[in-house]
């Protein structure tokens, strides 16, 4: 069957009754029908926080398909609930633009599924309207301040980093002209669309603790300057309540199901290879006062996402993993060992040895930040027997247990093992994280050791804009920041075509955008896109709809 079958196939518990578990009284809950549900913040207390075991799930560097960090997660937490813990999995909303486009949906495959995965995959709660309604409610202040020559800020329209959002791909949107049709229409300027899980609101949402603090970093957005080279931000403009207002529920963490009945908290949703890619501080840290195990994860390879968690996220909550575990697939081997796309399902123990290369790097980068990761195989029908043997025999070499991991196939029952490797793996106190740098470095100084200790690069070149850019983000006091590298995720250099595990190659950053309301800097690597284009042949097209309402080809 196909992942909608399965999950369709499966009675779901009314979300009362998987709150219950987790000695959520019905009245705490904000009911989104029968099978949804936003937590209030208060029910996280930081105090359990301490006790809580967090488990990060992350990944080698993933093949155009990715490698299944999400299907993974789910099943480690069936499996964790499977052996007796007391679990739940944590994780981002999915982005309707990949949904409709080519990646499909991000509520899990197969067995290993977060349900009512329809509803996930589309609409949800609404949180990602309410983010593109809030960023876009600033977009339209900034204009209307730059038309009112009354008003006392006065922003050069040249100047303006403030982008428009939507949840879909559509390339058209990228670069526009706005107030085309004379004075009545605003001032003409240059201006385009990012997708919505770009958004700094998202990022901003996902890394704020309250109301307050959300009122906070919002209004520390930099809208752009002023003529006098000015910086303008977002408080300026008396915006920061109106658009709390309208976050006022998204902020809350998502409470949904598995397909085996286990709790899942479902919330925000940043991209890895431009944000922070990963779930809300408030769904983490509610996970944490919930259960005795919380399963997260987090965006692309573990260059972008793990780094970005460990280095960004960890210290703005005030958390610290207690595992780490990192996705394989043979799939992905063969690919960094130089298998063509037509080959990738096609045996093969030499390109599985050769591709482990770019494992064993992230797996080298994983003790640097004091981890001793699992490595959970995610199986595929095509792997063999000496395929599996050989990665685990050279992940032995390494003193790093390779476990197989069945959770597409068969949920809770195919990922115990795992489970249990994940729950020994604490135990043994070889799990200690300490951040990759200190956030009071100079900014090159950061963005070098990232590239140098994480890519494996040789050095760092900068373009005149990027210079220019950063000598104007010293002179506004924002140089103490921690980095979020936009890089491309298909390698660790910022070349996608340099698989496996480049050397003797520097890297380019490109320009700089600063996030300030989020809490951090964004040096881009190559040429990035925050607004991805349709293929020739979008998912849509596969997907049905019939007069009962029940939906298909929808993965």
Known sequence: MTDIEIAQSIPLKPIKFIAERLKVAEDDLEFYGKYKAKLPLSLINESA????????????????????????????????????????????????????????????????????????????????????????????????????????????????????????????????????????????????????????IMAILCLSTDLEHLKQNIGNILVGFTYQNEPVYARD??????????????????????????????????????????????????????ADYTVTEAGFGADLGAEKFLNIKCAAAGIKPSAMVIVATIRALRHHGGASAEDLNTPSTEKVALGFANLQKHIENAKTFGFNPVIAINHFIKDTDEEIALLQNLCADLGVKAVVAKAWALGGKGTQDLATAVVD?????????????????????????????????????????????????????????????????????????????????????????????????????????RMPGLPQVPASEVMHIDNTGKISGLS
């Open 237 to 290: 403009l008396k915006v920061q309540e109106a658009m709390a207002i309208l976050l006022k529920d998204a902020i809350k963490p998502n409470l949904v199901q598995t397909l085996e009945g286990n709790p899942a908290i479902i919330h925000g949703g940043p991209f890895a290879n431009i944000a922070q890619g990963t779930n809300t501080i408030n769904a983490t840290k509610m996970g944490m006062s919930l």
């Open 49 to 200: 926080l301490q006790q809580s075991k967090l488990i990060l799930v992350t990944a080698m560097t993933p093949t155009p398909a990715g490698e299944g960090k999400t299907t993974i997660s789910i099943g480690l937490n069936e499996g964790l609930n499977a052996i007796g813990k007391s679990s739940i999995v944590v994780l981002r909303e999915p982005s309707l633009g990949p949904v409709f486009g080519i990646k499909g949906g991000a509520a899990g495959g197969g067995y290993s599924q977060v349900v009512p995965m329809e509803d996930i995959n589309l609409h949800f709660t609404g949180d990602f309207s309410a983010v593109e309604k809030a960023n876009n409610f600033l977009a339209a202040i900034i204009d209307n301040v730059i038309q009112n020559p009354k008003h006392p800020v006065k922003i050069d329209p040249k100047s303006v980093l403030w982008k428009r959002v939507i949840d879909m791909n559509d390339r058209s949107l990228r670069d526009i002209i706005i107030g085309v049709g004379g004075k009545a229409n605003g001032v003409m300027r240059s201006d385009g669309f990012n997708i919505t899980a770009a958004s700094e």
């Open 425 to 529: 793996a604490i135990a043994s106190g070889n799990n200690s994280f300490k951040p990759l740098y200190n956030h009071a470095d100079a900014v090159k100084t950061k963005i070098e050791c990232i590239a140098k200790t994480i890519y494996g690069a040789e050095g760092v070149d900068y373009s005149s804009k990027a210079l220019s850019t950063l000598k104007q983000l010293n002179a506004i006091g924002l140089s103490h920041l921690p980095i979020c590298m936009a890089k491309t995720q298909k390698s660790f250099s910022d070349d996608e075509k340099r698989i496996g595990r480049p050397s003797g190659f520097r890297v380019t950053v490109r320009e700089f955008e600063v996030a300030a309301g989020a809490g951090f800097i964004v040096p881009i690597l190559g040429n990035m896109m």
